[in-house]
């Protein structure tokens, strides 16, 4: 089972991260999941990913930290 989540950094880019539930240290995913400048790209690559890992039955939970924190930087 795999922990996912997005994370964003003042610069604008979106990254998307897992772990394994018995593994403590995050690791960042390749390609359109890390360091995206594009937030639409970014949460299609993200959409794909985490329903491919539903649909197998591996996914554990999903955190959008990013949405979040976008959301107060916008305030």
Request: charged fraction near 30%; glycine fraction near 6%; aromatic fraction near 12%.
């Given at each position: 089972?795999?922990?996912?989540?997005?994370?964003?950094?003042?610069?604008?880019?979106?990254?998307?991260?897992?772990?394994h539930?018995?593994?403590?240290?995050?690791?960042?995913?390749?390609?359109?999941?890390?360091?995206?400048?594009?937030?639409?790209?970014?949460?299609?690559?993200?959409?794909?990913?985490v329903?491919?890992?539903?649909?197998?039955?591996?996914?554990?939970?999903?955190?959008?930290?990013?949405?979040?924190?976008?959301?107060?930087?916008?305030?």
């Amino acid at each position: 089972m795999y922990h996912v989540k997005t994370t964003y950094h003042p610069s604008g880019r979106y990254t998307c991260m897992e772990r394994h539930e018995n593994v403590s240290m995050w690791k960042d995913l390749p390609g359109e999941l890390f360091g995206n400048l594009n937030r639409t790209g970014f949460y299609e690559a993200v959409s794909r990913y985490v329903e491919k890992l539903r649909s197998a039955g591996l996914l554990a939970s999903f955190n959008d930290l990013a949405a979040r924190i976008e959301d107060r930087t916008e305030e």
